[in-house]
């Protein structure tokens, strides 16, 4: 909602600054978006009067003019044709500067000298016509600077109203505002209508209200004999300057009222209704009318219409129809203000996709009491703009008054609730000074009625807002709350979560966040079977800002495989650690399920190169690692199996399993899916259900005691077909019951000619300990020599002892 | 005297591990087979064993001296040879480079919001991101074709399914659950159907912040947002609340700091200002009280809620939103 400092005076007396009146506005909860001091954009530009119009030497299309501007007497040449002699015009002098940076000199034109320029309204900015001069009216002062004239020596404020206080939708309304913080007297416009008494208004129309639920009030007016003509100058900048396009006088006044009052008008041509009848109906089904934007528009029988005998003529409330719009031609002007119900207003206008001034002052909720006053100061406008004769009477069908609103509220209330020690006394002036009308006090509680232009004022809260509003949140300490006691432990989840990252972030690998969307089509691009889960439970968005944004992802990976194709490709990081955590989403039979995830994603080298850093390439294990040492710590034992999975390489492709439960999976993305992206190098991805783990993580910790007796360490390698994995050994050797191993480590794996093809020998370093005595060569030598007869016997495995 | 031989055998094993100069490997030698050595002592001591032992004994000593001399042989090459080879240390030359991680910028403003309000004594809690109608509006006293909904342009996912577009439906899911008194923080995404741009994203990180008790005032309310504001930017900060509109809290406030870069002097982050719009508050509304059985006579509470990328924005100067999203390694690695 734009309004002009100038415009607030007419209403209201303000000593404050046009600066200092933002921070009222603000304080009044109606936020300036923007401030900003109209015509700073035009400088040096005078009324002048036009005394001469010769011919020019050199030129057919050019004229020169003697223009006078009080003091002095200027030569300028000009190209339009629209002046004549005695008429009075802006002009830019030498050293002018217009809108959009012109700057204005004196030239020589064809030969003749032009001591400046005469101006359009386009060249000034106050309106859309180039097509000639803007002739000034004919009592404008001489020499005057054309900014006071144009009014443009004013502030434009552009306020975010509230939804709850479309009161301030109108000049008066935010006026009124100002005045009950300001303390200074609301100034309404007054008026004379003055109405041709031949004839009343009843004789030319017949207005049925056939849907007062829609439309608990409809009033009107009949103007005659109107002259359609442009708007005065000053209706026009008036107009222009808080962003209205003036049309004509008819239909300025409307626009002018909606932005004075609040209240949206409509003005019908009479002489285009049929029947000389108006109906309020609802809509018949499939019923079609062309709105003024030239769209044809079907309805439904929610929808409610001002209709003729025969058609609909208006969408209530939101625009009107373009057959029976105010033109040139129009010479009787049927002129309405009603109060339309607001939620079918809104349900009306998200139906068509059509949001109005009009419309979406209505769904706010306009004064129903302010009907008759804005349909008078309308009619009175275009009797004054338009030359008009205003019929006797009016029609205002308003069969079922609302009901004021009054509330009780308890002095006490409004300190405890806002903490403060305002007196009774302020709370009652206050709320006088909002207007509202105290009803009854008494020294405990006051009740008040709310005045008609004030919505969403039910409760007691209600007024108590209004209280600390115009009190001043400012004035309300800040205080530190009195609270009972009360303990709270920390969620396992939140836990899990703040141990993971910082696992995570200490092993060198950084955080990343994705949107939750995703392109369902990546999954067909990738060649992802629609049976799998990862697809057959997408959600989809219905209302989706793109196709790249459409669906919920049920996996972590296109965002994770983004992000490294992003850096790789474009941004030049080409050694890639990241994870993230973020919720998946899935369709299930009955609900739509989400839960957190972990997705960790690596490529490159693990180091940048470095006088000291070899080229180490990221391979599966440093994957591996990650998840080992991340496990280790959260006291989850684990195992990786292989399992085939469409976005691996079938080589490298494995679940996480946590005692018999898969919890995740890890590998190495596809050859195919890595190649899609433009990604060169080996990726290598897992993801983790972050519920699943956490009921197996073990975040208390208690202390072992430290080893008292020295441990004896043997190394042994064993030779083994390349078939065995090193899982099923180490499964195996930790089957084997001994009190006194400690720990079993694969500290060597070397496959080459020496050990023969087809095979590979593992080195294992086993530590013995006893926690009760020094253990000897030979109680140790005892069990590795059964564990290394039970392993090559199981396995048909080869021995090499080491020490 | 074949047990003290053992150990014996396992001192010298001992030693050997700390030799790391040619001075210490002499010491050792010293030590142990120097003419007063402790094999020398040993070789002493053989007299006067019983005959039938002195063999046995003999050929441990031996044992042990031969492979002393052995070793100290080995060693003595090796730590030459280490002389020759040792280099001058450039100490002007970079380090070994370790590897460090970061924590996503939005995340330190998350686990900072989070100790914050730990130590005032809040609860952690968290809710889904797929809400439904009734607990992301109509609960939060925000009925269909409210025009308030209007500011929230929403994800649909079915007719009564949608992603939240806020994280204060958590407030009412937490207080069904939960029985007054009342302190919460939420933390999570939110959605809007608005387009990316810099100062928009579809996807934001919002914290909510509930506290219902006997005595809550709108007063505490500025208490507590001042202390979080003031900790969060490391500052005192002052703060100022304007009359605002959510259907959920009455009276509401638009909650701005004083600007942390200029001090409140004007500059560009606050648009010359010297305020920055954070949060939006109030006290919790009757009606939502009334959604979840709480009597609002006996209870009072405030509410408030912000963005992180705000936050965030602020606290490490990034002027544009979809920096957190693009995830660039070259970004991440500056928090």
Known sequence: MKVTYNWLREYIDLDLSPEKLCDKFNSLGLSVSSFTKLGNDVHNVFVGKIEAINPHPNADKLVVCIVSLGNKKLSIVCGAKNMNVGDKVPVAVDGAILPNGVKINKVEIRGVTSNGMMCSGKELGVSDDEEGLLILPKDTIVGKDIKEILGLNDFCYDLEVLSNRPDCLGVIGIARALSAVLKKPLKLPEFLIKEDKKIKIEEFIKISLKAPNLCPRYSAR?????????????????????????????????????????????????????????????????????????????????????????????????????????????????????????????????????????????????????????????????????????????????????????????????????????????????????????????????????????????????????????YGYDRIKETIPKIELKVFSEKLSNKLEDFIRKNLVSKGLYEVINFSFISKNWFNKIGLSKENPLVNSLIDIINPLSENWNTL????????????????????????????????????????????????????????????????????????????????????????????????????????????????????????????????????????????????????????????????RRDISFIINNNISAQEISDYLESIKSTIIEKIDIIDVYEGEQIGKGKRSLTYSITYRSANKTLTDEEVDEVNDKLIDLVSKRFNAQIRKIG | MENELENLTKEIQDDFININSIDELEKIKIKYIGRNGILAQYFKRMKDLPPDEKPKIGKILNTIKKDLEYKIEIKSKELNKNKQEEKIIDISLPGYRFLSGKYHPLTQIINQTK??????????????????????????????????????????????????????????????????????????????????????????????????DKNITFGDLKGILKIFLSRIFEKKVKIMLNPSYFPFTEPSAEVSTSCVICEGKGCSVCKNTGWLEIFGAGMVHPNVFKSVNYDSEKWTGFAFGGGIERLAMIKYNINDIRLFYENDIKFLEQF
């Not at chain 1, 002129?335 to 001034?357: G, Q, V």
């Not at chain 1, 079938?650 to 946590?658: E, G, L, P, Q």
């Open chain 2, 115 to 212: 100790e914050i309000f730990k130590s005032l004594n809040f609860d952690i809690t968290e809710g889904p991101e797929i809400e439904t109608e009734y607990y992301n509006f109509e609960a939060l006293n925000t009925p269909k074709y409210h025009p308030a909904r209007d500011t929230q342009s929403t994800f649909y996912l079915g007719e009564e399914t949608l992603l939240r577009t806020q994280t204060s439906p958590v407030q009412v899911r937490y207080m069904e659950k939960e029985k007054p008194p009342i302190r919460v923080i939420s933390i999570g995404k939110c959605y809007r159907s608005d387009q990316l741009d810099p100062s928009h994203s579809p996807m934001f990180h919002q914290v909510e912040g509930l506290m219902v």
């Open chain 1, 222 to 470: 009949l103007v005659s004999n109107v002259q359609i003509k442009e708007s005065p100058l000053w209706m026009q900048i008036r107009l222009k300057n808080v962003g209205i396009r003036s049309i004509n006088n008819v239909v300025d006044v409307t626009n002018y009222i909606l932005m004075e009052t609040g209240h949206p008008l409509h003005a019908f041509d009479y002489d285009l209704i049929s029947g000389k009848s108006i109906i309020i109906r609802n809509a018949n089904l499939n019923e079609e009318i062309i709105t003024l934007d030239g769209i044809s528009r079907k309805l439904t029988k929610d929808v409610l219409v001002i209709s003729d005998k025969n058609k609909a003529i208006a969408l209530a409330g939101i625009m009107g129809g373009k057959e029976i719009e105010i033109s040139s031609n129009t010479k009787n002007v049927l002129l309405e203000c009603a109060y339309f119900d607001p939620i079918n207003i809104r349900k009306t206008s998200k139906m068509l996709n059509l949001s109005t001034e009009s419309s979406y002052r209505f769904e706010r909720g306009v004064d129903c009491e302010g009907v008759l006053y804005s349909l008078n100061r309308a009619a009175y406008l275009i009797q004054e703009l338009a030359d008009g004769n205003i019929i006797k009477g009016y029609v205002d069908l308003y069969p079922k008054k609302i009901p004021p609103i009054k509330i009780k509220t308890r002095y006490s209330r409004v300190n405890k609730i806002l903490g403060s020690t305002i007196k009774n006394k302020e709370m009652i002036d206050i709320c006088k000074r909002l207007g509202f009308k105290i009803l009854r006090k008494d020294n405990n509680q006051f009740v008040v009625q709310v005045p008609s232009f004030r919505k969403g004022i039910y409760k007691e809260i209600d007024i108590i807002e209004e209280i600390a509003q115009i």
């Open chain 1, 553 to 712: 992802r049920t996996t972590l990976l296109p965002s994770l495989l983004d992000n490294v194709r992003l850096n790789v490709c474009s941004k030049g990081n080409k050694n890639i650690r990241i994870f993230e955590i973020g919720r998946v989403f899935f369709k299930k039979e009955n609900s739509l399920e989400e839960f957190k995830t972990l997705g960790i994603i690596m490529t490159g080298n693990i180091y940048e190169k470095g006088w000291l850093q070899k080229d180490e390439k990221i391979s599966f294990y440093h994957l591996k690692g990650v998840i080992e040492d991340l496990f280790k710590n959260l006291g989850i034992e684990f195992k990786v199996l292989n399992e085939t999975n469409e976005i691996f390489n079938s080589d490298c492709s494995a679940s996480i399993i946590v005692k018999d439960e898969k919890v995740g999976i890890c590998g190495e993305i596809s050859n195919k899916i890595v190649s899609l992206f433009d990604i060169k190098s080996n990726v290598y991805y897992s993801e983790i259900k972050l519920p699943l783990i956490e009921k197996y993580a073990n975040f208390s910790k208690t202390y072992l005691g430290l080893a008292k007796f020295p441990g004896i």
